[in-house]
């Protein structure tokens, strides 16, 4: 059964870094392409980055280009998100998100077809 877990969120002050993991188990993350959103109350799901499976190719939001930083960790079953510079609107849940055919991930479109819970950042002083 695919299972993603994200980790890593937590309270940050502005100009502030954290580093997102995404961890899977039963299948191996290296085959899919993995994207990153986030979810605000009352907004649509938002993209933030994907990577693809088999190019490593990245991909950002224009909102987050120069700050954040995916990638894929030593660990097969592990992607990484490094944000950096932190803003108070970067303040939302971040979830990781795995699909085998990766069509969307240059897209940043929320149709992938497995999901983690999410990881709470809050950015502010």
């Known amino acids: 059964q695919v299972h993603l877990v994200e980790s890593g969120g937590g309270l940050v002050q502005p100009g502030g870094s954290l580093r997102l993991s995404c961890t899977a188990s039963g299948f191996t993350l290296r085959h899919y392409a993995i994207g990153w959103f986030r979810q605000v109350p009352g907004k649509e799901r938002e993209g933030v980055s994907c990577i693809a499976h088999s190019s490593d190719r990245t991909y950002y939001a224009d909102s987050v280009k120069g700050r954040f930083t995916i990638s894929r960790g030593n660990a097969s079953n592990t992607v990484h998100l490094q944000m950096n510079s932190l803003k108070p609107e970067d303040t939302a849940v971040y979830l990781c998100?795995?699909?085998?055919?990766?069509?969307?991930?240059?897209?940043?479109?929320?149709?992938?077809?497995?999901w983690g819970q999410g990881t709470q950042v809050t950015v502010s002083s």
């Open positions: 998100a795995a699909d085998l055919d990766g069509s969307s991930c240059p897209y940043l479109i929320p149709l992938f077809g497995s």
